[in-house]
């Protein structure tokens, strides 16, 4: 499908094409981050996570529009281009070169996956890596960051999936931290006979293996980043999201596993590394923002890539998340290896209430296929009633195309209501409120379609409670943007 062609350039203009009427009071700019190009001279890459990272950007000053889009001058996107081809190791790919190109050697970080906006920059956020940071009007990559200082570990990751804390302002998030535990080889040398030094080396030896930690991050509302703690993992398990509610930083462990040998030793990619192990349990781990101990609590397996949102009930912890069931990870693990062939349409969304006893209930909120879910931001940790996701509500499934389109899920109902068309693929849906107070679902919905016949992409802009009444504005660019992931509005208005 053209959708997956590569932008046709950089671009800065005003759109002279609106459909509709944009909203008088709709100011700000949507930042989307995803795929620019998925071809790198004679290579096409596949995994998700090892494409270039690109910010588009529609800024609504109240008269019209300006689009902006700039590639993040990450390390691979710029010595590709300067070589015509990649160099880098992905989690999807390996570097020419064998075993020893790429043994002890990260995948590049490619920034493509979220946005993080503060004033005047955009942070480009991706899985296992430092954010790269962009002037939030020219998008100019002024290059990675460590916040600080605040950023830890072998990778200094700092997740794509950072949760906001309205009541105090603050950005709660996590990254990835592969570590050795020391091994004291005293220890292993003091005293006892032959026999029992051998087992105390043998405990040593099994004791030494590759773990994986998270290491937790708070950003108070003036911008300055703390760590906060460690938290171990009890396997290699995926994280990609993390949820957050008044009380705890919510994770969920599930049995998606990856063997760090072969990663380590440059023997195979990322990808080969990763497998399920469908007979474990999965666990929600509760981390108490207070700095208590962590609860661990083991459910039914199942794989995820995001949460909606948590909150905490009383005593229960509520957890909205995209569930994708045992039967389904087949189709999880190809759409991490290859989104633009995979099946797209295995998760469900589904409510988890864990109780203070341990007991965890299980609730499917919609039959659709959902995917990339958003609800508003100023509920972050409070008990929402709408979310909104890209879906596909008519059963159909196959790989991400026309037929996609956005849905709003009533969670206390279970009325969706959806707007799709055989023509369009849509993204994420972001809500902005139509003003600080109003009620929930009193709103716009934004989201950037992509246009199969005319192979053209436009803002999209949704009154949130009635998405099947189609667009009331449309801001149509003169080509197309290939599919993106994850974005966010700030009311700020760009220079673009
Ligand atoms: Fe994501």
């Known amino acids: 499908m053209r959708m997956w062609e590569a932008v046709p350039g950089e671009r800065d203009l005003a759109v002279d094409e609106i459909t509709g009427r944009l909203p008088e009071g709709l100011t700000g700019t949507l930042y989307r981050n995803g795929s620019g190009r998925w071809d790198v001279g004679p290579t096409a890459v596949d995994c998700l996570f090892d494409t270039d990272g690109m910010i588009g950007a529609f800024a609504l000053d109240g008269r019209g529009v300006r689009f902006r889009n700039r590639f993040v001058r990450t390390r691979q996107y710029t010595t590709s281009l300067r070589k015509g081809r990649l160099t880098t190791r992905g989690l999807g790919r390996q570097r020419r070169g064998g075993v020893a190109a790429n043994m002890l050697r990260p995948p590049a970080n490619t920034a493509n996956t979220s946005v993080l906006l503060r004033d005047d920059r955009v942070l480009a956020l ?4 430092r954010p790269h940071e962009l002037d939030a009007d020219t998008l100019e990559t002024r290059g990675t960051t460590d916040l600080g200082g605040a950023l830890k570990g072998l990778l200094g990751a700092y997740s794509a999936h950072f949760r906001h804390d309205p009541e105090t302002g603050a950005v709660v998030n996590f990254g990835f931290d592969p570590y050795m535990p020391r091994v004291d080889a005293r220890w292993v040398r003091a005293g006892g006979d032959a026999k029992e030094r051998r087992s105390r080396l043998r405990e040593t030896l099994a004791e030494a293996r590759p773990r994986m930690r998270l290491r937790l991050y708070e950003t108070d509302r003036a911008g300055a980043t703390r760590y906060l703690r460690a938290v171990p993992l009890p396997g290699f398990s995926f994280m990609h999201d993390m949820a957050l509610t ?11 596993r990856f063997d760090p040998v072969p990663i380590m030793t440059g023997a195979a990619p990322m990808m080969d590394a990763l497998h399920f192990a469908p007979d474990e349990a999965a666990a929600f781990l509760l981390v108490p ?7 661990v609590v083991e459910t039914d397996p199942f794989f995820f890539f995001h949460f909606v949102n948590a909150y905490d009930d009383g005593p229960d912890v509520v ?7 045992p039967e389904t990870f087949g189709a999880a693990m190809a759409f991490f290896a290859d989104v633009r062939r995979a099946d797209a349409a295995a998760g469900t969304l589904t409510r988890y209430r864990i109780r203070a006893s341990g007991a965890v209930e299980t609730e499917t909120v919609s039959g659709a296929a959902v995917e990339a879910p958003q609800f508003d931001l100023r509920l972050s940790a409070a008990e929402h009633r ?7 509500t ?3 499934t196959g790989p991400l195309g026309p037929g996609f389109g956005i849905a709003r899920f009533d969670h206390r109902t279970g009325a969706t209501d959806a707007y799709a068309t055989p023509e369009d693929v849509l993204v994420e849906p972001v809500f902005v409120p139509r003003g600080p107070g109003a009620a929930e679902d009193d709103g716009w919905i934004l989201t950037v379609g992509y ?3 005319s192979h053209r992409s436009r803002l999209m802009v949704f009154e949130a409670a009635h998405l099947p009444d189609g667009p009331i504005a449309e801001a149509w660019l003169p080509f197309h943007l290939p599919f993106n992931f994850h974005g966010a509005f700030t009311p700020r208005v760009a220079a673009l």
């Not at 923002?289 to 609860?295: K, S």
């Open 289 to 295: 923002r207070d700095g208590g101990p962590v609860r």
């Open 319 to 325: 957890v909205d998340l995209v569930r994708y069931a």
């Open 386 to 392: 709408y979310s909104y996701a890209l879906a596909r």
């Open 451 to 453: 246009h199969a016949p």
């Open 394 to 396: 008519d059963g159909l």
């Open 246 to 256: 008044r009380g705890y930083q919510v994770f969920a462990a599930t049995p998606l």
């Open 126 to 129: 991706w899985e296992a890596g």
